[in-house]
């Protein structure tokens, strides 16, 4: 089973991208599970056709944490995808990285990874802050690929340095690994070079470099990924060209723990 974690800054497109791949991969036969670890909740509902679902912690909020069965948070949208949400803590009151450990930890309990069976496991994690349960899926051994979105935009190298700092220092304990970064770009002048040049010290390469397209946002007023709704366009063969590499970047470290 592959275990795949994509960080990136809020509003950086982690979710867009981590959707579409889920898509791609779903596409090409595999049976793909993507939780959320956002506390907005949304980020597979690219998958579910513009629908939110219902978070794990809303779950527990709404029946109580021992009432809770696979069937309240756990989903399938387009391409059989498995779609689950942690969902966040209520508004001024209690911790978001406690609340993903939390929703981890109730799936565990009840059966969800037996119901899904997945072959890849999609994390999409909000980085701007990689504390606490924002760190699970690295540090817990839930993922052992870790992705990073950003753009040529300061504040998201900023937030990569970051997050591939913590995979760095978490990794020498044998945890998750760093595998490079996403380009998603924002039209910025000499993009490419100014993040392979923060690369240089950030250390890791681009996986791959995804244009800025209207598609996009084309795909996401019909509620779909572009993959669904838009499988000939240029960017769905970036998006397909993306989940290639990250799978092929994935398998070698899988062989790692073989």
């Not at 794990?56 to 948070?73: F, P, Q, W, Y």
């Not at 942690?86 to 001024?92: D, N, R, S, Y």
């Not at 044998?174 to 000499?190: M, P």
């Not at 070698?252 to 073989?258: C, D, K, L, S």
Request: one cysteine or more; aromatic letters at 6%; hydrophobic letters at 40%.
């Amino acid at each position: 089973m592959r275990k795949i974690a994509v960080y990136g800054k809020g509003g950086i497109g982690k979710s867009t991208t981590t959707s579409n791949i889920s898509a791609a991969l779903a596409d090409m036969g595999y049976r793909v599970l993507q939780i959320g670890c956002d506390p907005k909740a949304d980020s597979t509902k690219n998958l579910m056709h513009g629908k939110k679902i219902t978070s794990v912690l809303d779950a527990i909020r709404e029946k109580g944490e021992g009432n809770i069965t696979s069937e309240d948070v756990l989903f399938q949208g387009y391409g059989g995808v498995w779609c689950v949400e942690a969902g966040g803590p209520t508004p001024g009151i209690g911790c978001a990285g406690r609340g993903i450990i939390t929703a981890f930890e109730k799936l565990e309990e009840i059966g969800a990874y037996e119901i899904c069976r997945p072959d890849i496991i999609l994390y999409d994690v909000l980085g701007d802050v990689v504390c606490g349960g924002f760190a699970m899926p690295i540090r817990g051994g839930y993922a052992r690929n870790v992705f990073i979105v950003t753009s040529g935009e300061m504040m998201a190298l900023y937030a990569a340095s970051n997050i591939a700092s913590a995979v760095k220092n978490f990794g020498k304990r044998g945890y998750a690994q760093y595998s490079g970064v996403i380009l998603n770009s924002r039209n910025i002048e000499n993009e490419e070079a100014l993040v392979k040049k923060a690369l240089e010290e950030i250390g890791g390469e681009i996986v791959s470099v995804l244009p800025r397209s209207a598609s996009v946002q084309e795909a996401e007023a019909e509620g779909k990924t572009v993959i669904e709704a838009l499988p000939d366009s240029e960017m769905a063969g970036a998006y397909q060209k993306l989940a290639e590499n990250i799978l092929n970047l994935s398998a070698e470290v899988e062989n790692n723990y073989e």
